[in-house]
């Protein structure tokens, strides 16, 4: 009973480098969803899937790069990382595409410093 | 922009006491929800309540919805230590699967 995991869960790394970011969720759901959260910005979209093969940017993709060859996994790369992504990384995973419950599971976030 | 905002940003209570979270959002929605995140943690689900609907109660938890204010309340009754966290409210006014996400209301409880 695993649900969603992410890795690593803290990450230093140098302006320009390029990270991954790894989500993984055992339970088949069709959507997933990566955030941000900064303080006084509560939650951001990064990009999401509605399943795999199919992605779409969210409010705010620059500079972020996703992919989703499987359905359980979606990670999302930093392909030159920047300070302003210094962020906490949350992803996110819903089954139902139904507009009555919408409920979305989150991993526990990843912690991402840029020096 | 965020569509859902929260009110207050921060609240401390007493153990035992009452607390209550405001939220407001800007266009219309299908439905809304809280989410409760533990520091270090990911958030959690708590409610949803549908537009068609005025109030909804789960365990300690009561959420109202008045869509003609576009505001939404969080009541957590008789208050524990546990509660300590930031409760976020979000919306789906977008689409039927991007929640759009207010800055949180953080709350402490005190022993």
């Known amino acids: 009973d695993a649900g969603i995991t992410q890795s690593p869960r803290y990450k230093i790394t140098e302006t320009g480098r390029q990270v991954t970011l790894m989500c993984h969720q055992t339970w088949s759901h069709s959507y997933m969803f990566w955030y941000r959260q900064d303080l006084g910005h509560g939650l951001r979209l990064i990009y999401y899937?509605?399943?795999?093969?199919?992605?779409d940017k969210g409010e705010v993709p620059d500079g972020y790069v996703v992919s989703r060859s499987k359905t359980e996994n979606f990670p999302l790369t930093l392909e030159s990382a920047t300070r302003s992504q210094t962020s906490v990384y949350f992803c996110?995973?819903?089954?139902?595409?139904?507009?009555?419950?919408?409920?979305?599971?989150f991993g526990p976030g990843t912690r991402l410093t840029v020096l | 922009s965020q569509q859902g905002e929260e009110d207050p940003q921060a609240l401390s209570i007493q153990e035992g006491e009452n607390a209550t979270m405001n939220c407001s959002y800007k266009t219309s929605i299908n439905n809304l929800q809280w989410y409760r995140q533990n520091s270090g943690r990911g958030l959690v689900h708590l409610i949803l309540i549908r537009s068609n609907e005025r109030e909804k109660h789960s365990g300690r938890l009561r959420v109202t919805l008045d869509t003609s204010k576009k505001s939404s309340s969080l009541l957590i009754t008789a208050s524990r230590a546990a509660d300590t966290a930031s409760y976020f409210c979000?919306?789906?006014?977008?689409?039927?699967?991007?929640?759009?996400w207010g800055a949180g209301t953080k709350l402490i409880i005190k022993p």
């Open positions: 996110a995973s819903r089954d139902t595409p139904d507009t009555s419950y919408n409920e979305q599971f």
């Open positions: 979000a919306t789906d006014a977008r689409s039927n699967y991007q929640l759009i």
């Open positions: 899937s509605a399943a795999a093969d199919i992605t």
